[in-house]
């Protein structure tokens, strides 16, 4: 017979909406033909659909970049928004009602069509007023976060700075609380943060909130550029440097583009890559892969091409998804045994009973009666071990039984 039947409780806790290190990809599409300005909408460029939010959703997707240009959503600058804008900001509004972190990216590589921002009527005042006319509404939300521009590269590192600078504290002025991405010049490559001079002007960057990341970006191939979709050998190391300058000076970044095409060395490289981010959630917030977008196609038309074609997953997201799968660092567990309780703890938050949680005991006399509720019994007195699986990790703890 038994002599007890003891029950364990595993107490439900609340997971964060979103992770540390919030994954997430591009959606492209508004800033397509950039030569044709202002352009025509859904001839010349488009904004992103619901339905592609949904889709990568489906993937464990919680971050989407959503590139867009100044001059397409605001004619005249200090003017009013053009009608058009409603459209990305129904692409805002789904995303952020379903939890997500969205990063509205103004894709206008230091420019305003012709004119080099920080010049001419292209003033810090001027570009404040227009991403205040665009987001201001969504000025106290957290999980939105303003890209303030893609890839500056005309600008010196201290011209750029000065302007980003300007631009942050205007906006702060405004009311933003909002998570700021501040991108260097040069393309803001994080494997040339500190050659272009971006390390030494930055280190002087202010933010009365200090709520911001330095946005960078970082392709694998020969030219860190993306541009045919290879993988050098060692490519992962590019972003050594620049996390060396971001711990010396206590701040974060963000990597707001990066990707891998599916030849051989590409899978280990970007393994490494996104092992390396996870190795370092103090300093990573999040990171966003390029090539989602309707407008891309499949991936027979774009290496880098997220979409999937005939109803098929893109093997560049399949990829990403493994690399990123493969990349996670084995959680951190945690047990306490006291009396007849057993509470498990997965990064510090208690988690509940789930598939994905194993408890064994392997010690003789120890029997369960009704595993899925948690409840074991045992024919004698004396010492229990109990064995803990979830995701990869293992903890075990022992407990004498009365």
């Known amino acids: 017979m038994l002599r007890r039947l003891v029950t364990l409780l595993l107490t439900v806790g609340l997971a964060s909406p979103v992770a540390a290190q919030v994954p997430g990809v591009n959606i492209a599409g508004a800033e397509f033909n950039g030569s044709a300005m202002p352009g025509i909408l859904n001839k010349d460029y488009t904004y992103p659909k619901t339905s592609e939010i949904d889709y990568f959703a489906a993937q464990g997707i919680q971050l989407f970049r959503l590139p867009a240009k100044w001059r397409r959503l605001q004619a005249t600058v200090g003017g009013p928004l053009k009608d058009e804008y409603t459209e990305y900001h129904k692409s805002i509004d789904y995303a952020l009602a379903k939890g997500f972190v969205v990063v509205p990216d103004i894709h206008d590589y230091g420019y305003r069509v012709g004119t080099l921002l920080g010049t001419g009527e292209a003033t810090p005042v001027a570009f404040a007023d227009f991403l205040h006319k665009l987001l201001g509404k969504y000025k106290t939300q957290p999980n939105l976060w303003i890209g303030l521009q893609n890839e500056p590269h005309s600008h010196t590192a201290q011209q750029w700075f000065t ?3 300007a631009t942050v504290t205007e906006l702060r002025r405004l009311g933003f609380q909002n998570k700021m991405l501040v991108p260097g010049t040069a393309w803001t490559g994080a494997h040339s943060w500190v050659s272009s001079g971006n390390a030494a002007a930055m280190a002087n960057f202010q933010d009365p909130l200090n709520n911001f990341a330095f946005e ?3 392709y694998l191939d020969s030219g860190s550029d993306g541009g045919d979709g290879t993988c050098d050998v060692g490519s992962n190391n590019r972003i050594d440097k620049v996390v060396a300058w971001a711990a010396a000076e206590g701040v974060q970044l963000f990597l707001g583009e990066f990707a891998a095409g599916t030849f051989a060395q590409c899978m280990p490289e970007l393994t490494a890559l996104l092992t390396k981010i996870h ?4 300093i990573w917030a999040g990171y966003a892969f390029w090539g989602g977008g309707n ?3 499949g991936i027979a038309k774009y290496h880098f091409s997220l979409n999937p074609t005939n109803g098929v997953m893109s093997p560049v ?3 990403y998804l493994e690399a990123m799968a493969l990349a996670q660092p084995a959680p951190q567990l945690d047990i306490m045994l006291n009396d007849h309780i057993l509470k498990v703890y997965v990064g510090g938050t208690e988690v509940t009973w789930n598939a994905a949680l194993t408890i064994v005991s392997n010690t003789a006399g120890v029997q369960w ?5 948690g409840t074991f019994a045992y024919t004698q007195p004396g010492s229990v071990t109990f064995r803990i699986e979830y995701q990869g990790a293992v903890e075990e703890r ?3 039984l009365p």
């Open 163 to 165: 302007f980003v600078q």
């Open 216 to 218: 960078v970006h970082q």
């Open 279 to 282: 190795a370092h959630p103090e």
């Open 295 to 297: 407008w891309f196609g």
């Open 317 to 319: 997201l399949a990829q």
């Open 369 to 373: 009666v009704r595993k899925d509720k």
């Open 398 to 400: 022992t407990r004498t």
